[in-house]
């Protein structure tokens, strides 16, 4: 097995994420002919890098990303920064030829997504992006089922993603509610992911209309550095740049309507994210609180027709990786080992697997629609 030199570049949250994924890769997927390994990691909080690489192994820490863009041990690059460091971070390491697992949304519009994509492409490297709730096995197989026409031809689709992270009125205003350094609110946060969804379970969406709010228009600011949804109590109050809520209307290629709604100050949900696809004979729904279970009604009843459970199970998308039997939990970290899998596989094999910044660039076009239908009031064709 050969060694693939990684750096990650921002320890935050997801930073710790991606470093523990490529940890347990060779756990759970040891038939790759890639095994990598920590050489840097870089951070600007003074100490954050350092800590990092005495945890983790790295071999080195840094704070400035030009130095692991400049650094020939690095051959692959996680872009775990913040949204408005996605597009120059991701072509600058993109041009040095290095290939990048990189976050989502890529950037704060789909400008800055097509930039990155268009740098991957020119680069010939791959670029693996962080839609990481595609990577549930039960999502798999919901897809299969879809895709099979299990539950006939699908009419409609509600996608939900609810959080609390910003709930609490004392929540920190970071670079998440900023429009220069955030870009969108819950936009670019979750419905990024619902889009995807939205696209990986039923297709191409042609047009859609939206509605969004701000619900905590001010926060206080943060008094030092700060990481993941710190809070600030008693600081200087400031505007929150982007929105809160978005609910949308879709329309697919495919003919099927659907609803995306997304909000990060519910309270009382926390991590409420999933979808109920149905079909002219069916239904197929999720819940990623329960993320190894789908609830399936099938057959030829249309009415009182039974709702049954699926425990998904080894041949369900890279379930077999982690467990032998149906029902044993997988969690979040789970998925991003898959995704890790991805993209060390992508690295090895010369194609892409999971989604690429082409998915991201289809997902902000989406959300660049949403917001445009907001602003406007009216239907927008995403062309
Ligand atoms: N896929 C998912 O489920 C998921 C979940 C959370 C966040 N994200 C995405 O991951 C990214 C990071 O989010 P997070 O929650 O980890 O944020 P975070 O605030 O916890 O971490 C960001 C880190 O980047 C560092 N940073 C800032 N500027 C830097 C610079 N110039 N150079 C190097 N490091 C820098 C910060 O110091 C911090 O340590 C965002 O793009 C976000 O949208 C994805």
């Known amino acids: 097995m050969n060694g693939l030199g990684i750096a990650v570049v921002g320890f935050g949250w997801m930073g710790r994420v991606h470093t523990q994924a490529y940890a347990r890769l060779p756990h759970h997927f040891p038939q790759l002919s890639l095994r990598p ?3 840097t990691v870089a951070d600007e909080v003074p100490g954050r890098a350092e800590e990092a690489a005495g945890r983790y192994g790295f071999a080195s820490a840094v704070r400035d990303w030009r130095e692991v863009a400049a650094d020939p041990r690095v051959r692959a690059v996680s872009i775990t920064a913040p949204n408005f460091l996605h597009r120059e971070i991701g ?54 089922l879809v895709a099979s026409g299990e539950i006939g031809t699908v009419t409609h689709v509600r996608i939900r993603l609810f959080s609390d992270y910003a709930a609490h009125p004392e929540g920190a205003l970071s670079w998440r509610y900023e429009r220069e350094r955030g870009g969108s609110g819950v936009l670019g946060d979750l419905a990024s992911h619902g889009v995807d969804l939205a696209r990986f379970l039923l297709g191409d969406i042609t047009s859609l209309t939206a509605d969004t709010a701000v619900f905590i228009p001010e926060r206080a600011r943060p008094t030092g550095a700060t990481a993941g949804h710190a809070r600030a109590a008693g600081g200087e109050l400031g505007p929150v740049e982007n929105e809160d809520y978005v609910n949308c209307l879709l329309r697919f290629a495919s003919g099927a309507r659907g609803v995306l709604e997304a909000s990060r100050v519910s309270v009382g949900e926390q991590n409420n994210y999933g979808f109920e696809i149905h079909g002219t004979t069916g239904a197929v729904f999720w819940d990623y609180r329960r993320m190894g279970e789908l609830a399936v009604s099938r057959g030829s009843s249309y009415q009182d027709q039974p709702v049954s459970t699926l425990y998904v199970g080894p041949g369900h998308g890279e379930y077999a990786a982690f467990q032998p039997g149906s029902a044993n939990s997988m969690g979040y970290d789970d998925l991003k080992v898959i995704e890790a899998y991805h993209f060390v596989r992508s690295v090895a094999e010369g194609v892409p697997y999971g989604p690429t910044a082409a998915d991201a660039v289809a997902s902000a076009v989406a959300l660049d629609a949403m917001a445009r239908s907001a ?9």
């Open 37 to 39: 390994e920590l050489v």
């Open 91 to 144: 072509v600058a390491m993109a041009e040095a030829g290095k290939h990048i697992w990189i976050e989502k949304p890529v950037g704060l519009t789909a400008e800055d997504a097509r930039a990155v994509a268009d740098a991957l492409g020119k680069a010939g490297v791959q670029g693996t992006v962080g839609f990481n709730y595609r990577n549930a096995p039960a999502v798999e197989a919901a897809r299969e």
């Open 375 to 383: 602003e406007q009031g009216t239907w927008v064709d995403l062309g």
